[in-house]
């Protein structure tokens, strides 16, 4: 989610079966994306688990449904830091799907994009960028190149160039994320806050500190009023801003913000 890293985003996905197996998967799907928007991980990762049982239960272990909440049980697992959990998750996610269908649909670009956010979690990137690079590909094509999912990927791939110093590579590919998802999802999206946030490290990198401020101040205004004042995403923007204004001289505006940031974090804990 520091959102410095990459932009993963959770889909669950709910296709067609047996209808009351369904109406329950959708439940525990519904909860899972409700808590991880809340930040809640260990209880998202448990509600995870018991869908995904039901799912193997109700359509084999071999089906799409599987595959979906195995991909979900991977970024959890990944968001906790817990990489060979979610590596063995996303491989077997990312099985079923291309020998279901085929190598190049959306899906599959989904499972590529969380198999190289473990491998980047690791810092194990070069592992992660022929994965990111495949993924942007299928998307563009599947998708058409003003798709939000293309903005994720682009998103990603900038984020594996920015923790390489590459950032004439990273700052385009940013831009044109950020240019996707404000015509896509509209300014106040909490996807277009991580555009925004990412960006803006690209900027404080290189000392550009007065392109990176306005970025930085919209981003923590989306995530407060999109995800609410103590979600870790503003935590983050707490923490990014407060940073800025330590390297541009204002200690005593950075203070205040830091100190909220260590309290949202506390909370969660």
């Not at 959102?3 to 079966?17: E, K, N």
């Not at 279901?100 to 670009?109: K, N, Q, S």
């Not at 939000?148 to 004439?168: E, F, I, K, M, W």
Request: proline share 4%; hydrophobic share 40%; charged share 25%.
């Amino acid at each position: 989610m520091k959102i410095a890293r990459l932009a993963f985003v959770l889909t669950v996905l709910t296709l067609c079966g047996n209808a009351h197996a369904d109406t329950e998967l959708d439940k525990l799907n519904q909860e899972v994306v409700t808590l991880y928007k809340q930040g809640n991980y260990a209880r998202a990762t448990k509600v995870a688990t018991q869908a995904l049982k039901k799912a193997k239960l109700a359509y084999g272990s071999n089906d799409l449904q599987v595959a979906a909440s195995m991909n979900t049980l991977a970024e959890l697992h990944r968001a906790q830091g817990q990489y060979a959990q979610a590596q063995a998750f996303i491989q077997r996610a990312l099985a079923i799907r291309e020998k279901v269908l085929g190598p190049e649909h959306p899906d599959v670009a989904e499972s590529l994009n969380t198999l190289a956010g473990v491998y980047f979690a690791q810092k194990q990137y070069d592992q992660a960028e022929p994965l990111l690079q495949r993924a942007l590909i299928i998307r563009e094509k599947a998708l058409g190149p003003h798709h939000p999912d293309v903005a994720t990927s682009l998103n990603n791939q900038a984020g594996l160039y920015r923790v390489r110093g590459q950032y004439d590579r990273a700052e385009p590919l940013y831009q044109r994320a950020l240019i996707i998802d404000e015509a896509a999802l509209g300014p106040h999206h909490p996807d277009l806050a991580t555009d925004l946030n990412n960006l803006a490290l690209v900027y404080k990198s290189q000392g550009k500190y007065e392109a990176a401020e306005p970025l930085q101040r919209r981003a923590l205004v989306i995530w407060e009023k999109a995800l609410g004042a103590n979600h870790l995403n503003v935590a983050t923007a707490l923490s990014n801003l407060a940073d800025l204004y330590r390297k541009t001289q204002r200690e005593t505006e950075a203070k205040p913000l830091e100190n909220r940031a260590a309290a949202i974090r506390a909370k969660k804990r």
